[in-house]
Nanobody, 124 residues
Framework: QVQLVESGGGLVQAGGSLRLSCAASGRTISDYAMGWFRQAPGKEREFVAR????????YYADSVKGRFTISRDNAKNTVYLQMNSLKSEDTAVYYC?????????????????WGQGTQVTVSS
């Protein structure tokens, strides 16, 4: 099982940027597809982005497409989420997750390892 720790969250004004990091330990992330999910207050946790094992393919929720970029550095065992043009509706706890399912999936059930989350608050 891989352990995941997110960082980089915080308070930012609308239109600003943040970069989240997800540091892995215990196993190499090169064995996993990696994803980011988020949960806003009073809402279900939702898919944000996913990146394939070697980083060649990335997928995004429609709500963040064109503003967020997921990337990975397998040598550093770290995954990133660059968030630009942030909106108040991006306010949420952001979770990093790892999946052994190599076929494309947004299902949380396919992600077996999760971090504790990092809070992102966007003020309008």
């Amino acid at each position: 099982q891989v352990q995941l720790v997110e960082s980089g969250g915080g308070l930012v004004q609308a239109g600003g940027s943040l970069r989240l990091s997800c540091a892995a330990s215990g196993r190499t992330i090169s064995d996993y597809a990696m994803g980011w999910f988020r949960q806003a207050p009073g809402k279900e946790r939702e898919f944000v982005a996913r990146i394939s094992l070697l980083g060649g393919r990335a997928y995004y929720a429609d709500s963040v497409k064109g503003r967020f970029t997921i990337s990975r550095d397998n040598a550093k065992n770290t995954v990133y989420l660059q968030m630009n043009s942030l909106k108040s509706e991006d306010t949420a706890v952001y979770y990093c997750a790892a999946s052994r399912v190599t076929d494309y999936s947004e299902s949380q059930d396919d992600f077996g390892s999760w971090g504790q989350g990092t809070q992102v608050t966007v003020s309008s």
